[in-house]
């Protein structure tokens, strides 16, 4: 007996979107069915590591594709692992997979970008319905019995039919009847010619019906064996860069890939790829992850996270240990020393990689730094043994261009710094924009002191690990006293020295006034235009960073900043002969613009404009 089902909305909305947006790229759908039989069969010899039986009764594992011109259909055959009903159910009419919905909400409606995106996500079996009008499941899991197969049938507009029902052998057999799209692949050479391209690298083998008169004899048409396991010399761009869409689903070309066979301590292969774009789910801590483990070839498992550190989640590939048991589970993954290894190698290998297109392909490092900059920078707090390799990866804006574009390098820095500068100067704040034009630099823009311009959400993160650079350290513009005598002369120091002292009284008063509000204020050097600014503690969160954590709900303490004053500034010398009722008005007036300069939110806006206006008028 037959039940009709409702796909789930998103399946809806999926097959939707692909028809429109992928009917230049029809071909997909071969690959994607193929590379879904080649895992069933990958799954399927995986479990019989721990049940053979699953595989005797018919072990030689292989993908079969055949066609009938006269019923229009195309046939995609495996003896893999196959579905259970309630498999069926779960695979084929909902999307379980994380970060659906930040996908759906990401779509734009334009169907070039959509197009895009949808790569990224994986079209998966549902592509089938690209060249379909209809499709026909038919599927036995290995182990259940001939009756308890399943036929699944869908037009693809917003149902399908499912009944139990009998097969004979395991696995799964897809039917498409094809739609006027699909009619140009009813033909021999046109399915050769396809699986050549794309699944030449499956290592299963994938067979083609040949027919001769009166008997069917199957032909291999692919290597057969796993790319990764080839030579490097017998492998063409082409080949890897097909092997990386049947990873990845990612139909945009990898922006650069390392292949190694590693012997020593552990033995293993290693085929990695930096994909030119970010996945929608970069920032989802359950998004999968890339790299998939192999044992001596046989599939283990998906996302194996181990096996690399988290902040080079963005890296696509295969793994393949010569050395872990093929039994081996997530929790052995954690503990096992064969995996350290694996990890510290592979992580030196990414970052080769990225050193190499950084030096040679400086074009595909700005590409590539836009996409994954902010994560390769959780690096420099995770990796502390890579820190200064990093380091040297991470790109700037700063006050050399002002740009807002990430791409100065610690060593430019270091290059152009003035003589006698032995530290590195930045500034953090919530946007380039606030950074760039912060008071904090001014000092600093009129001696042609090179500060970075920090405003990455990681970067506050990022910079409680990572302090010091080439011996040099690190030293925020906005905290602590600024100790730039050496880039004074003496003139410049006297007159220092001088306003501290005639502006002591006015210091003190202000002291007085703000008392509740501020820490201390005091005489600064840093400020050229600015009448005032404030500052935190050298060992102080900064404000920028406490607002971050207030909004994340965290429990922060109340940190008083510093007041400081620029007594060169026409306004502080006209503060300085205010009698009392005035000069409360004042110091609250220099504090309230130097926290909104700042990028705080001051307590009170309405009493500040008040205030504001009331002075103008005084003026
Ligand atoms: N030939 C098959 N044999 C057994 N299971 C299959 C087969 N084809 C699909 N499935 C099951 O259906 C699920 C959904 O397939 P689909 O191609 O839509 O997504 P996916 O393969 O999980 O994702 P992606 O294609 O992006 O990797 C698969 O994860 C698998 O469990």
Redesign the pocket.
Known sequence: MSTTMGFQTEVKQLLQLMIHSLYSNKEIFLR??V???S??CD?LRFNALDNPALLSEDSDLRIRVSFDEAAKTITID?N????SYD?VIA??GT?A?SGTKEFFASLTGDQQKDAQLIGQ??????SAFIVAQKVEVL?RKAGLNADQAVRWVSEGQGEFTIEQTEKANR??T?TLYVNEEGETFLNEWKLRDVLRRYSDHISIPIQMEKKEEDKTEWEVVNQANALWTRSKADITDEQYKAFYTHLS?DYDEPLAWTHNRVEGRSEYTQLLYIPKHAPFDLWDRDARRGVKLYVKRVFIMDDAEQLLPSYLRFVRGVIDSSDLPLNVSREILQESRDVKLIREGSAKRVLGMLEDMAENRPEDYALFWTEFGQVLKEGLGEDMANQQRIAKLIRFSSTFDDQATQAVSLADYVARMKEGQDKIYYIVAESFANAKSSPHLEIFRQKGIEVLLLSDRVDEWMLTYFREFDGKSLVSVSKGGLDLDQFSNEEEKKHQEEVTEAYKPLVERLQETLKERVKEVRVTTRLVDSPSCVVVGQNELSPHLLRMLKQAGQEVPDVKPILEINPDHPLVQKVKDLTDADFTDWASVLLDQAMLVEGAQIDDPAAFVKKLNKLLTQA
């Open positions: 994607e069915l590379s879904n039989a895992d069933a799954k495996d893999g692992i196959g579905m498999e695979n084929l999307i997979r996500f994986g079209v998966g079996f549902y599927t696995g799964t897809i689903h």
